[in-house]
């Protein structure tokens, strides 16, 4: 399985944007899709995961609310709906694949490239 984000952009504080990550070949209904947001110096963080089988959804703290993540199955697709974004949601922005449910990047196996997300103050 191979993964590819898009949906990046620049965006004003308040602003929308929604991430897109299309998966090659088959997502088992075990799989956990996860998206995760790196700023220069820091770790690697979680966002947001989805069980792709169930649709269970799980959030950081941080964005609770504001973001949603869905999975659409007949396009292999999951995405990140985030609303009312803020400066501090700046970060290189990647969606990863695990078999189980974690909030750790080591639980995932799989990533995506990275898109860009950019919050203007």
């Known amino acids: 399985v191979q993964l590819q984000a898009s949906g990046g952009g620049l965006v004003q504080t308040g602003g929308s944007l929604r991430l897109s990550c299309a998966a090659s070949?088959?997502?088992?209904?075990?799989?956990?899709m996860g998206w995760f947001r790196q700023t220069p110096g820091k770790e690697r963080e979680f966002v947001a995961a989805i069980r792709w089988g169930r649709t269970s959804t799980y959030y950081a703290d941080a964005v609770k609310g504001r973001f949603t993540i869905s999975r659409d199955s007949a396009k292999n697709t999951v995405y990140l709906q985030m609303n009312s974004l803020k400066p501090e949601d700046t970060a290189v922005y990647y969606c990863?694949?695990?078999?189980?449910?974690?909030?750790?990047?080591?639980?995932?196996?799989?990533w995506g490239q990275g898109t860009q997300v950019t919050v203007s103050s």
């Open positions: 990863a694949r695990g078999s189980d449910l974690g909030y750790a990047p080591a639980n995932y196996r799989v």
């Open positions: 070949g088959r997502i088992f209904s075990s799989a956990v």
